[in-house]
Each structure stands twice: as C-alpha cells, then as structure tokens.
C-alpha cells in the first residue's frame, strides 16, 4: 500500500470506531480485527501503519471528533508529512479544502477534568495517554522471578513488588513459552501492588467478589500457595469462564468459580458472609486509569455513565463488607483516576460503616490519595488505579 492509501485505511477504520464508540459496538481493538480480516491485500507493515495512524489520532482527541478525516485533517496542521499524504491519488485521500471541519480539543475529555484526582496535575496528564510498557507477573506457583528475568533478556525486574517483569512496549510475547506454559502472566505493574495490599497468607479464605477474567484471582493464588479458599465470583459468565481455562495452565487449584445473578450477590455468597478473611473489591469503573491501553474508551464515558458506575461500586461495597469476618479485611480498587470512584467512595464507606477503619495497604509505590492509594502511569509506570485497604472490626 503507498502511504496515501494506508491513511485512507486509518481514515475508514478509525470512522469505524467513531461510529460503535458513538453506538456502544465493538472495541477498537476488535474492528481493527475485522477491518484488515476483509482486506486481505494489507501486509503486516501496512496494518501496523494503518493501526498506529488510527491510534494516533484516538489518542491525541478527548472529544470524540465528528469524523475521522476531520480528526486526521487537524493532526495534518501539526505534520507536514501527514499532510501531503492527502494528495487525492488513487486510493488516497482528496486533498485538504482551506475551510473542511478540523477536530478540536486536546487529549482528555473537557467534562472530565474537574473529576480527577487533584493529584492529576496538568503536567502529569500527557502519561495518561502514553503508549503502555508490558508488564508480566512471574508466577510463584511454578517459577521465580530470576528465572524468568534470564529468558527474557530484554525484560526489566521491577522492584516495587517482587513477581514484576518490564518488557518494552510492543514487545510480542503472546506465542512465547513461558506464557503458553503459564509460567508468567501479562499483568500490569498497578494490578499486581492490588494483589500484594491484599496480604493473603495460605490457608486462609479469600473472596475475589468481581474477579472477571481472574487477572487478579490468580496472583492471590500464587500468594496462597495454594492452600486455602480462593472464590472467584463476577456477574458475567463470558469472563468467569475464561478463568478456568487460564487457573489451569497457571496450576491454580483452589479457584472456586461463582457466577452471581445481579441483586441476589449476597443470597449467592451466603455461606461466606462473615467468613472471610480478605474481600477483593477490584469494581467496575470508569477505567480512566487505562486510557493508555484502551484510549478509545474515553469517547464511551459521559457523566450517566459514571453516575451507574459509581452506584454499582457503592453497592458492591456493601455486599463486600458483609463477607469480611471479624478483624478481616477488605481492599477496594479501581483502575480509575477519577476521585468519586477511589476516595469518594472510600469516605462514604467509612462515614457508613461504624468501626471501620483505613489501613496502610503496605505496597512499594503510590501516593496517600484520601484514605487510599492512588498510583499512576506518570508517577509509578503502572496504570492508574486508586486502591484502599479497610480493616473490619
Ligand atoms: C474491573 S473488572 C474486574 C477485573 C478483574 N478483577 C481482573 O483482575 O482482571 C470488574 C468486574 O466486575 C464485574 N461486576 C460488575 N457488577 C458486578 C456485581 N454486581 N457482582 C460481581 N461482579 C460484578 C464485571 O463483570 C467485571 O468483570
């Protein structure tokens, strides 16, 4: 493909993502998929070129533009080079007319500025948006970090916790086998301090109330050592489902998989009530703290939609806290920046729930937000994510 043509491509793929951000459809990551699955012609470099064309300009827009030649027509006034690619041959763009709408804005969303953590200072903002390192967890239950860090030259030891390996954005490990054979799992560095402020201890009972996919629910494993009960519970099937399979290759034996109905999360989990020793809480969010990873989903969230979320964490702390036994503990996280999502909802909690009290989570990184944690890719490289450790009386 000549470089006119790959930014046509861009153009039409990123239109397709404007329009199922717009309409709540598939993730950018899934139309890219599909968009080059019917253009067989594209190579890998022209995909690439073509994917990271579309992804520069999700990144540099909060606003979701109204188009997306008018979002690559404003990226053109800042690039001399992307702009005579709009040179109207054959399979390129038409050419730039002086007055065509141009995309306005900077990266973040206008609205929600005022919603973030008073941490975010501006000159922080930019790492919000930056490309993401990929961050593997050594998994315990069947090696250790050393061994790890020799197959993997290229990887960096990260000593804010003590399974976390950095390899350099973009670096392909999907195939390798230390992956296939569970041996490591792709977690970010934020996920894996949540893990450690948990603090499990073999033997205990551990509640991993809105486990998913169970990225979190197999580092608690590996903390466990496998000895214990480990209960992995999440309103939807599709995720849970996907633990099974990955508690298998990982060699996680005690997971307990429970798929809750919503509104009856309690009656669900009630033999456990009292009984645990720690709650995880890792909440649906706003998932601000992952714009890095997933830019796209800033053109999904508005203020309705953070308003539900915000009601659905104050629910899930309180399904929470009724699990935790005596003297146990609950940690709430989020991957958001957002202060209602992480702080907010901590003080809420606390001026509701008599007795209770914020502890030190004890993890090698972060700054106080609140009575919590907040870590975030400028500070910390991690994702951002508020966490908060609350001991029961
Ligand atoms: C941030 S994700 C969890 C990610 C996961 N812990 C991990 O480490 O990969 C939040 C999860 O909460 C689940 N969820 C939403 N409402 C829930 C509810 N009422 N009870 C339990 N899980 C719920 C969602 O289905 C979603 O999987």
Redesign the pocket.
């Known amino acids: 493909m000549t470089p006119s043509a790959r930014l046509q491509s861009a153009i039409e793929l990123l239109d397709a993502i404007l329009v199922a951000a717009k309409e709540g459809g598939a993730s950018a990551d899934q139309l890219a998929k599909a968009f080059f699955a019917q253009r067989r012609y594209a190579g890998s470099k022209d995909r690439r070129a073509v994917r990271e064309l579309a992804w520069q300009a999700i990144r540099r827009f909060g606003e979701r533009p109204e188009s997306a030649r008018s979002a690559f027509v404003a990226l053109a006034e800042e690039d001399v080079e992307l702009a005579n690619l709009f040179d109207g041959s054959d399979y390129g763009p038409a050419t730039m007319g002086a007055d065509e709408p141009r995309a306005r804005g900077g990266p973040l969303p206008l609205w929600i500025i005022p919603h973030l953590s008073d941490l975010i200072e501006t000159h922080e903002r930019p790492a919000l948006l930056d490309r993401a390192p990929l961050d593997l967890r050594a998994n315990a239950l069947k090696t250790n970090r050393e061994d790890v860090a020799a197959q993997l030259p290229d990887a960096d030891v990260l000593v804010q916790t003590s399974h976390a390996l950095r390899l350099p954005t973009g670096y392909q490990v999907e195939n390798h086998p230390l992956l296939l054979d569970g041996l490591v799992e792709i977690q970010d560095l934020g996920?894996q301090l949540i893990v450690d402020a948990c603090t499990v201890r073999p033997g205990m009972t551990v509640l991993?109330?809105?486990?998913?996919?169970?990225?979190?629910?197999l580092g608690l494993a590996a903390a466990m050592k496998n000895d214990g009960h480990l209960i992995a519970?999440?309103?939807?099937r599709n995720?849970l489902d996907q633990l099974k399979p990955r508690a298998n290759r990982a060699g996680a034996t005690i997971v307990e998989t429970r798929l809750?109905n919503?509104g009856r999360?309690i009656d669900m989990l009630s033999d456990l009530v009292g009984h645990c020793d720690v709650v995880?809480i890792?909440?649906?969010?706003s998932g601000s703290g992952t714009w890095r990873r997933n830019p796209e989903t800033r053109w999904r969230l508005n203020p309705v939609r953070l308003d539900r979320v915000l009601r659905?964490q104050e629910?899930?702390l309180n399904?929470g806290a009724h699990m935790v036994a005596p003297g146990g503990h609950l940690v709430y996280a989020?991957?958001s920046i957002i202060a209602n999502e992480g702080r907010g909802q901590v003080s809420n909690f606390l001026k509701s729930h008599i007795g209770w009290r914020a502890v030190e989570p004890g993890v090698g990184a972060g700054r106080p937000e609140g009575d919590g944690i907040i870590v975030t890719p400028y500070h910390d490289g991690s994702d951002g994510f508020f966490f908060a450790k609350l001991a029961k009386p």
């Open positions: 996920s991993d109330l809105c486990a998913g996919a169970g990225g979190k629910t519970s999440d309103t939807n995720r809750l919503p999360e995880l890792d909440a649906p969010c659905e629910k899930l399904i989020v991957c």
